[in-house]
């Protein structure tokens, strides 16, 4: 993969990819999928606590199914089938695939400052005690990273859309 999207987790989240596109995060699964694999990193989460944590109060075929139907919505918003991949006991985000705005730390900070607080702030899964009891003990262990925040993207790509479509008009009159 080229450029990672950028998985927003302070402030109001938001996944965007390289070039600065919004990309929908319509449902709060997939939000929580997308943040539990990548604070995974390079291990991946097993299907086990994928299943524990985004559908614990789901069949376990029912719960099968909704994890297949999230990879999927994920793959597709990450840009293909390769951005997940199948590890021996379950998923994990291929390298350069996603980047948080935070830094996951092996072991929980030392200082009590509160960046950790604003990791995924008034964020909610309903029915899942157990993804908010990961959640809380991750907070412990993020700190966060400035994103760098260069020209705006869209206001670039505006501009090279109306471009080319200058030049397509000259060339269209130049033909005819």
Sequence with gaps: MARPHLLRTRGPIALTTAD?????LDEPRLVALLVLLAVAGDNG???????????????????R??????????R???GGE????????????????????????????????DGGAQ?????????SPEFREWLEETRRRVAPIEINAATPPRRRSRAMI????????????GVY
Excluded: Q, W
């Design 20 to 24: 600065g596109a919004a990309v929908p």
């Design 45 to 63: 989460v097993s299907r086990n606590d994928l299943l524990l944590r985004l559908t614990p109060e789901a069949t376990a075929e029912h719960g």
């Design 65 to 74: 199914m909704e994890i297949a139907r999230l990879l999927a919505v994920a």
């Design 76 to 78: 597709l918003r990450l």
């Design 82 to 113: 390769s951005a997940i991949v199948e590890t021996p006991s379950g998923f994990a985000l291929a390298p350069g695939a996603l980047a948080l705005d935070v830094r996951v730390l092996d072991e929980p900070a030392a200082s009590a400052d």
């Design 119 to 127: 990791f995924l702030a008034g964020f909610k899964l309903p029915g």
């Design 162 to 173: 109306v471009a080319g479509a200058v030049a397509l008009v000259l060339v269209l009159a």
